[in-house]
């Protein structure tokens, strides 16, 4: 049962509640059974039909859900033999991004991600998924050691961005972003990507460069949270502006699998990952393996030069050559 | 001809006085001129139009422009206030130019380079998909021409109204100054103001060489959005080029009048041959 529930989620309160109260009765009435049965039936067509038809902006609610399953979750449900590692070896350890060495499917792995925190204390231990420089620099360190041993790197995105401070910009969060994102574009082994959350900006692509880009149905990924646009755009953050900013930006998997920024969309239990993760890691833990498989049959010679095409071609569907020079447009306007 | 008149038109519209970005005192244009935009009084470096950067920087008539038409189209359908494509053709007008990035080829001090400069009066000189691509085609022929690479950044971050496409643009850029790192060409980035957000989070950072001109605001997060997060006031001087130097993110600050001096210095110790 969740914990908490966004506002257009208020029609699964009691439903929930009911649900749970007739689950913990270990021997069941006829009665009951039926009313059980009934009630799981309900729940199920109720989730059906709300979450097929969510706004933009209600799913960037649902990406940042915290009952939605972290980067950490995914490593325990999908790998084994986690050894977690700690520290750039620069300056310090960033909790607000994990990684290490494990085994997805017998193969050894390294897997780096955003980690959110759930409780208040565990948020604040991890600067509510916003990393400083030391946690880039960390996963570089990963992502070098992934190359050196030729192991496949799994990265899990999920950050509203990187920690706008004063201590990270005196060391260089530019400078991290920007070098994670050169050196995944020419790491000579596969990259899988996986969105499992908020791919907020900049803070979300320094970890988010790879062969494949797979993202949850209720994932999003923008170059500016709505929040940020509206307030930019218009200088308020009413909800009605926040709402507008969510669907202009084109956030969700569909819209970026239409934008070709995507490879595939990982689709969600009907309700979502927040309310039924234990359905969600399979899907998760298929859609990685089948991209892995794909990948490692080529040589990292085609692997580089797919990878470089992949990116090399984004946005190609905004760019006009026109015939004519346009500055020739703006003299006769 | 029609971009001849268009030419004309805004210099009858140029005022003959500048005003100081930084302490307000007026100047004569003229004057102004003379001394590359940089105040007399407190040494400001004022924002340049390509234009001006160019005839400071590069040999006299040694500028070849590319991809000068390409422009951008509106894949989202983004309209706020004002719709997008209307937002692109005030800056278009404004600055004359198609897109909030200028590249070619040109020589500095008689060196063979590939050249990309920023408009900010373009946008904020925004990255959008025509910026990325004219910058990574300057860079692919860089490679192909065996040519070092000089970027002269000046821009507030990613373009908003591309969406997460110029969020990408981020990539495309680094993934081809990665191939051109591998090649053994070098990449010199001026940072002047401001150098902020996506951009300087991408090319801004991957020079082997960071040069900055004085006072230029260079920084992921811009100072607003870190004071509304930490809600404190900032030090003075955080994030100029002073600072930058500080902490290790800069080689030079260096004024605008040693700069073409300088890139051509750099340029020559990195790619004479030895004798
Ligand atoms: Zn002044």
Known sequence: MPTTYLEFEKSFVELDKRLETLRQITIHSEEEQTECDALEAQCRQQE???????????????SRHTDRPYTLDYIEQLCSEFVELHGDRVFGDDPAIVGGLARFR????????????????????????????????KALRLFHMAERFRRPVLAFIDTQGAYPGIDAEERGQAEAIAR????????????????????????????????????????????????????????????????????????????????????????????????????????VGEAIAQQLDALLQLSTDELLAQRYTKFRRMGEAVIVAPTEDPRAEIASA | MAAREWRRVQEESENIWVKCSGCQEILFRKDAERRLFVCPKCNTHMRLTVDQRLLMIVDRGSFVERDAVLSSADALGFRDRKPY????????????????????????????????????????????????????????????????????????????Q?????????????????RLREVGLPYLCVMTDPTTGG?????????DIHIAEPQALIGFAGPRVIEQTIREKLPPGFQRAEFLVE????????????????LGQVLSLLRDSVQ
């Open chain 1, 48 to 62: 059906a039909d709300l979450y097929s038809a969510l706004s933009p902006w209600q799913r960037v609610q649902l």
């Open chain 2, 162 to 178: 591309e969406g997460v496409l110029s969020l990408m643009q981020m990539a495309k850029v680094s993934m081809a100054l990665g």
């Open chain 2, 199 to 207: 951009v300087a989070a991408s090319l801004g950072m991957l020079g």
């Open chain 2, 85 to 160: 494509t209307a937002r692109l053709a005030e800056a278009r007008g404004k600055t004359g130019r198609a897109e909030a990035v200028v590249c070619g080829v040109a020589t500095i001090l008689d060196q063979p380079v590939a050249l990309g400069i920023f408009d900010f009066a373009f946008l904020g000189g925004s990255m959008g998909s025509v910026v990325g691509e004219k910058l990574t085609r300057v860079v692919e022929h860089a490679i192909d021409a065996q040519l070092p690479v000089v970027f002269f950044a000046a821009s507030g971050g990613a373009r908003m």
């Open chain 2, 247 to 262: 902490h290790g993110m800069v080689d030079l600050v260096v004024e605008r009048k040693d700069l073409r001096r300088t």
């Open chain 1, 106 to 137: 017998g193969r050894p792995v390294v897997v780096v991600g955003h980690q959110r925190g759930r409780t208040t204390a565990e948020k604040v231990r991890r600067n509510f998924g916003m990393p400083r420089p030391e946690g880039y620099r």
């Open chain 1, 180 to 283: 994670n994102i050169r050196e995944m574009s020419r790491l000579r082994t596969p990259i899988i990507v996986v969105v499992i959350g908020e791919g907020g900006s900049g803070g979300a692509l320094a970890l988010g460069v790879g062969d494949r880009v797979l993202m949850q149905e209720n994932a999003c990924y923008s170059v500016i949270t709505p929040e940020g646009c509206a307030a930019i755009l218009y200088g308020e953050r009413t909800p009605e502006r926040v709402a507008w900013a969510a669907d202009a930006l084109k956030v969700t998997a569909t819209d970026l699998l239409a934008l070709q920024v995507i490879d595939a969309i990982i689709p969600e239990p009907p309700g979502g990952a927040h309310r039924h993760p234990e359905e969600t890691f399979p899907l």
